[in-house]
């Protein structure tokens, strides 16, 4: 899962909230019983125009690992907002026209 994030970023609050994260993921009965590997962060993947790309992984047993996916996306999204830290956009290309 990537994270696109402002480069002024504290990349090790990011770091916790990804781990309390996926401590409360762990904690749900619902979601827990197809965990193998609770929600983390990878660290920074790379750096894209301005912006960090963090990178944060889990493993679920297969037909399961969309719910768990969007329970953690919905979780990272409300902890971001409430630690003032601002996700960005994905860049855009536009091709210039040649002449």
């Known amino acids: 899962m990537l ?6 970023t504290d990349v090790e609050a990011v770091r916790k909230l990804f781990k309390k994260i996926g401590l409360e993921v762990a904690d749900d009965p619902e979601l827990n019983v197809d965990l193998i590997e609770p929600f983390k962060s990878q660290g920074i993947a790379a750096l894209e125009e301005g912006t960090l790309v963090i990178r944060g992984k889990y493993k679920a047993r ?3 690992q969309f719910q768990i996916r969007k329970a953690i ?12 830290i601002k996700l960005v956009p994905k860049p855009l ?6 002449g």
């Open 3 to 8: 994270f696109r994030a402002a480069l002024d």
């Open 62 to 64: 297969a037909g399961r």
């Open 73 to 84: 996306l919905s979780k990272v999204r409300i902890a971001l907002a409430e630690n003032n």
């Open 93 to 98: 290309h536009v091709p210039q026209m040649g």
